[in-house]
Every structure is written in C-alpha cells, then in structure tokens.
C-alpha cells in the first residue's frame, strides 16, 4: 500500500458523473494516492474521453510530461 501511495496518479472527473459519487470516490482516491491529483471536469459525464477529448487528453498529455520530468 505504502508502494502505491508514493506513485503519480491523476484522476479525471466528471462534474456530471451519474455513476461514480464524487463524495465517495474522491476521498478514496486521496487515500491512496496521497500526492496525486484529481481534476473536475465541469459539464463532462462518467465517460470523460467521450465528452472532452480535447480536455482530457491535454490533461493526460501534461500530466504524463511532469511525471517523467520529475
């Protein structure tokens, strides 16, 4: 656990997600990716690469450049 917590990890999030409760995942997630970093997608639904591709990919890109920087 202590392993996986020390990884680089991002999660995108959809402000519209019907599915998955921001209030349940994302402290869960801070748990266990205690440097990691949650983004809130507004307007974008549990299939964040269909509804901002652009967005999400520009994220991913970044976040993928600063984690190989580090």
């Excluded at 990884?7 to 999030?13: E, G, I, K, T």
């Excluded at 994302?26 to 266990?32: I, S």
């Excluded at 205690?34 to 967005?55: C, F, I, T």
């Amino acid at each position: 656990r202590a392993a996986l917590a020390a990884l680089p990890a991002l999660a995108l999030w959809g402000a519209d997600d019907r599915t998955l409760a921001a209030r349940y995942f994302l402290p869960l997630f801070a748990e266990a990716f205690p440097r990691g970093r949650a983004v809130e997608l507004p307007g974008v639904g549990h299939y964040s690469p269909e509804d901002a591709p652009d967005v999400v990919g520009e994220l991913v890109q970044r976040f993928l450049t600063e984690t190989a920087a580090a």
